[in-house]
T-cell receptor
């Protein structure tokens, strides 16, 4: 059972474009939603995260939009650059009574930003 | 070092061999996670430690997989009698506290089983 569904699988944009990556979750107990960026041969690195008490969070060129009723959240990258070319993963976790907060990841989106 | 360190970075094993993968978390980090990342997929949870206690091992795919963190710092993931389906990148991550927050990942150990 895939608890976090991510789309699209791959995305190509021109420099300066605004790629949008979408995720949907099933478990309403999830209360922490991070996005990770992964370059080839490296481990994932946290980009930005949001909690369900806000509908949008912005950090630099990266924005998360969150729709609690639809159980969806998305990542927008403003003024995308070739250096943003990487695989992006959405994830979710929950505070299950002080448990481990393990992250459940989507399958990833391979973003290519052409010069 | 400042980050999560994993070794070996690359491991080739013949089917049936045992392998051991090591993780050095960020100093002082209480929580430690192991994830398995198949080619072209997202990381999948294997197991979680809080200090030396293994609190969740629900993601370990079979009893051939075993993880330990005896002194609450370095952790080892052991895979016995490796199979071809075990080929993947094994990622270790650590976090400073118990609460939800940033996981810091290592670069992973890429295991290839021939």
């Amino acid at each position: 059972q895939q608890q976090v569904k991510q789309s699209p699988q791959s995305l190509i944009v021109q420099k300066g474009g605004i790629p949008i990556i979408n995720c949907a979750y099933e478990n309403t107990a999830f209360d922490y939603f991070p996005w990770y960026q992964q370059f080839p041969g490296k481990g994932p690195a946290l980009l930005i995260a949001i909690r369900p008490d806000v509908s949008e969070k912005k950090e630099g060129r990266f924005t998360i939009s969150f729709n609690k009723s639809a159980k969806q959240f998305s990542l927008h990258i403003m003024d995308s650059q070739p250096g943003d070319s990487a695989t992006y993963f959405c994830a979710a976790s929950m505070d299950s009574g002080g448990s481990n907060y393990k992250l459940t990841f989507g399958k990833g989106t391979l973003l290519t930003v052409n010069p | 070092g400042a980050g999560v360190s994993q070794s070996p970075r690359y491991k080739v094993a013949k089917r049936g061999q045992d392998v051991a993968l090591r993780c050095d978390p960020i100093s002082g980090h209480v929580s430690l996670f192991w994830y398995q990342q198949a080619l072209g997929q997202g990381p999948e949870f294997l197991t979680y430690f809080q200090n030396e206690a293994q609190l969740d091992k629900s993601g370990l795919p079979s009893d051939r997989f075993f993880a330990e963190r005896p002194e609450g710092s370095v952790s080892t993931l052991k895979i016995q009698r490796t199979q071809q389906e075990d080929s993947a990148v094994y990622l270790c991550a650590s976090r400073g506290g118990r609460a939800a927050g940033e996981l810091f990942f290592g670069e992973g150990s890429r295991l290839t089983v021939l």
